[in-house]
């Protein structure tokens, strides 16, 4: 079975601070996906990023970051100088990559963190 | 642009009568999902479809029932929905279910129960 958690439920800082969201997973998959997902008030599910479990390198992308580490089953994202539009749900999602039985690659998402951007 | 869209965008029904959300995509991809997604909750797999390869989750109730007459349609039936029912629809695509393609979402469908 697979497992998302973030434990941060709420997080408010001031704009231009910079912020990290917390992601931690559980899989017994060999190879796996993980993404992050940007939900604003007006409810649609926006990609934002994603990492291969083979690939552990980290990267920046403008304003994003993310930090995996397989050794920890972590995955945890960081915007640089938040602003009032990054206010929204994150989600950390985890899709299997190993083909067989009738997953299909589904999402297990997180709980979610709600992130208020005060100007 | 190629997109995932979901009609209506708002839904209101009566306790009990049958309703159906429609999902279309223009990405010709071959895996679509459909989440049901309740206030301050993550999104809960319902069904998905690989080409025709239909599958439900074991916990969706009987109540709900999808279709997916062609690659490009996908459609939610609540046969009598209940007040529990109430909640945000979601169809996603994605274009293989073993990849690190993301899954691409629709605006929803926020459904409320009278």
């Known amino acids: 079975a697979q497992k998302v958690t973030q434990a941060q439920t709420e997080i408010s800082v001031v704009e231009k601070e910079d912020v990290t969201l917390d992601c931690v997973y559980e899989t017994r998959d060999t190879t796996y996906y993980l993404f992050w997902y940007k939900q604003p008030p007006s409810g649609e599910l926006v990609f934002l990023i994603r990492?291969?479990?083979?690939?552990?390198q980290n990267e920046i992308s403008g304003r994003y970051s993310w930090n995996f580490q397989k050794s920890t089953s972590s995955f945890n994202f960081t915007i640089t100088a938040s602003q009032v539009v990054d206010s929204a749900v994150y989600f950390c999602?985890?899709?299997?990559?190993?083909?067989?039985?009738?997953?299909?690659?589904?999402?297990?998402f997180g709980q979610g963190t709600i992130l208020t951007v005060h100007p | 642009d190629a997109m995932v869209i979901q009609n209506p965008r708002y839904q209101v029904t009566q306790f009990g009568k049958p309703v159906t959300l429609s999902c279309s995509q223009t990405?010709?991809?071959?895996?679509m999902y459909w989440y049901q997604q309740k206030s301050s909750q993550a999104p809960k797999l319902l069904f998905h479809?690989?080409?025709?390869?239909?599958?439900n989750e074991a916990d969706t109730p009987d109540n709900f029932q999808s279709r997916r007459p062609n690659t490009s349609f996908c459609f939610l039936d609540i046969r009598s929905p209940g007040l529990g029912d109430a909640a945000m629809y979601l169809c996603?695509?994605?274009?293989?279910?073993?990849?690190?393609?993301?899954?691409?979402f629709g605006d929803g469908t926020r459904l409320s129960i009278l």
């Open positions: 999602a985890l899709s299997g990559g190993n083909a067989g039985g009738t997953s299909y690659g589904k999402l297990t």
């Open positions: 990492r291969n479990s083979f690939d552990e």
């Open positions: 479809y690989y080409d025709k390869d239909f599958n």
């Open positions: 990405l010709n991809h071959n895996v």
């Open positions: 996603a695509t994605r274009a293989a279910p073993y990849s690190n393609q993301p899954q691409h």
